[in-house]
């Protein structure tokens, strides 16, 4: 039973796997354009974690999204 951690530093990584397990930490977007690029690039980043890992988003079984303001964002994040 051994982890195996992805992209780790002193104080989180940004993915770990457990036997046929893997869990991902907060992917969070670095550009401030709109949402839909931000929606575009966390997915990019989950995409890339999940492939490194052997998986992908077809075998996704929970995700929490948060959104600043649900009203004005959720139609243009879902969207991409």
Do not use: C, W
Request: charged fraction near 20%; glycine fraction near 4%.
């Amino acid at each position: 039973m051994t982890l195996h951690r992805i992209n780790s530093n002193e104080r989180l990584s940004a993915a770990v796997t457990f036997e046929a397990l893997v869990f991902l930490s907060g992917q969070v977007p670095t550009q401030t354009v709109d949402i839909a690029a931000q929606t575009a690039e966390v997915l990019g980043k989950i995409d890339a974690l999940l492939a490194e890992t052997g998986s992908d988003k077809d075998h996704i079984l929970n995700a929490t999204i948060y959104l600043q303001n649900i009203q004005r964002d959720f139609a243009a994040m879902n969207t991409v």
